[in-house]
C-alpha cells in the first residue's frame, strides 16, 4: 500500500511541476536564442568539419585512467579488512596500469602538441 501511495504522489508531483513550468514560462524566442552558441563566439563554418583524431586519443586515456581510480577507491575504504591475496590482487592491478601508462608515454600517445 505504501508503494502504492509513493507511485501516485511521485506521478502527480512530476506532472504538477511540468504543468507549473510551462504555465509560468514566457515562450518568446528570438533570432539570438535559436541560433548555435559556441562559447559566446557566432558560429563559423561548418559544425561538421574534421578535427584532429588525437583528441578521442586523449578522452579515452582520460576514460581509462578515471576507471582507474573508481577500482581503487572501494580498496582504499576496505584496506584494514583486505586478506593478502586482495592485497596481491590490487598491486598486481597497479603495476599493469602503470606498464599501460609507460607504454602510451613512449609510443608518443601523450605529448603536449597536437
Known amino acids: 500500500m505504501t508503494y502504492l501511495v509513493y507511485i ?6 512530476t506532472v504538477g511541476l511540468i504543468l507549473v513550468s510551462y504555465l509560468l514560462s514566457q515562450a518568446q524566442p528570438d533570432s539570438e536564442k535559436v541560433s548555435a ?18 583528441f578521442y586519443l586523449i578522452a579515452i586515456l582520460f576514460i581509462i ?19 593478502l591475496l586482495g592485497g596481491w ?10 606498464i599501460g601508462f609507460i607504454y602510451e608515454f613512449v609510443s608518443g ?6
Do not use: M
Open 8 to 13: 501516485v504522489f511521485t506521478i502527480v508531483l
Open 37 to 54: 552558441y559556441e562559447c559566446g563566439f557566432s558560429p563559423l563554418g561548418d559544425a561538421r568539419q574534421k578535427f584532429d583524431v588525437s
Open 65 to 83: 585512467f578515471d576507471l582507474e581510480v573508481v577500482f581503487i577507491l572501494p580498496f582504499a575504504s576496505v584496506i584494514h579488512n583486505v586478506s
Open 89 to 98: 590482487i590490487t598491486i598486481i592491478f597497479l603495476v599493469i596500469l602503470t
Open 109 to 114: 600517445a601523450i605529448t603536449d602538441s597536437f
